[in-house]
């Protein structure tokens, strides 16, 4: 099975950041999902590194 790391809310700033050709972290850092996205992207690099030990 896939493991779940988090979810991304619903955020207009997504959309906004598409339009001006940049990430929603880039565009938005200080937004719920910028934050969120940044959590999954730490559990996910933590799983990769328990898979490698």
Wanted: without cysteine.
């Amino acid at each position: 099975g896939v493991r779940v790391v988090g979810k991304i809310t619903f955020d207009p700033a997504v959309t906004e950041a598409i339009v001006y050709g940049k990430t929603v972290v880039e565009y938005a850092p200080q937004s719920v999902v910028a934050k969120e996205i940044a959590e999954i992207w730490k559990e996910t690099l933590s799983g990769l590194e328990n898979v490698r030990s």
